[in-house]
């Protein structure tokens, strides 16, 4: 079984550029996650999406990031201006269902993007 | 204070030694918790649920602690693969999310 897929691995830009991540969730999996990991902590979650409805992005910095899975498939994850603080990894989850028993998400590798 | 807090570590300790580790929650109506195993530069991958009663997996035990509001993991005869950074989360009551802690690194020496 193929696991969660994103694109790019790596991204450097400078601030105020814009940037994009890409997911691709493991097949059949109605949710998928965006998490954002900073150096020395533990994933936060940014948007959790049920299908293309979004259950929960009550941390997701609306000013500058914006994500979207139209056809409850793929997702991407944008950062528009990007800042020095959003350097970090963003990880993407997938699962079956949304379970408050705590359904497996499984994780992307990740893409590891740094703001110079 | 965080809802989530695990001792940052680094843990270091002699290959075959027991260590254990806690993660501490403030949130009473957390109700689902887990263990997750993060290798350098790679993503979390669940180790095991932590459930009420306590389970055991192999050399891992976890283990809830309602009263006092913390799960702890127990590594018995640690290998020098067990080294990786150990996350802790759950799920609050009522809010669809997965809540980490920023997680407690372990680093096993030969």
């Known amino acids: 079984e193929a696991g969660v897929a994103q694109s790019p691995r790596y991204k450097i830009i400078e601030k105020r550029q814009s940037v994009a991540f890409w997911c691709n969730p493991i097949s059949g999996h109605a949710t998928l996650y965006w998490y954002q990991q900073i150096l020395g902590q533990g994933p936060k979650l940014l948007i959790q999406?049920?299908?293309?409805?979004?259950?929960?992005d009550s941390q997701l910095p609306k000013d500058r990031f914006s994500a979207e899975r139209l056809k409850g498939v793929d997702s991407t994850l944008k950062i528009q201006p990007a800042k020095l603080e959003d350097s970090a990894v963003y990880l993407c989850a997938s699962s079956l269902e949304w379970s408050s028993v705590g359904e497996t998400q499984y994780f992307g590798p990740g893409t590891r993007l740094l703001v110079l | 204070r965080k809802e989530v807090e695990q001792d940052p570590g680094p843990f270091n300790v002699p290959e075959g030694a027991t260590v254990a580790f806690n993660c501490t929650y403030s949130?009473?109506?957390?109700?689902?918790f887990f263990w997750y195993r993060q290798d350098c530069r790679k993503e979390p991958k669940l180790l095991m649920s932590v459930y009420s009663s306590g389970n055991e997996d192999g050399r891992f035990t976890a283990q809830l602690n309602r009263a006092s509001q913390y799960i702890s993991l127990l590594i018995r005869d640690s290998k020098l693969s067990d080294s990786a950074t150990y996350l802790c989360?759950?799920?609050?009551?009522?809010?669809?999310?997965?809540?980490f802690g920023q997680g407690t690194r372990l680093t096993i020496n030969p």
């Open positions: 989360a759950m799920i609050i009551q009522g809010a669809q999310k997965l809540v």
């Open positions: 999406f049920q299908n293309n409805g979004v259950v929960d």
């Open positions: 949130n009473s109506a957390s109700q689902s």
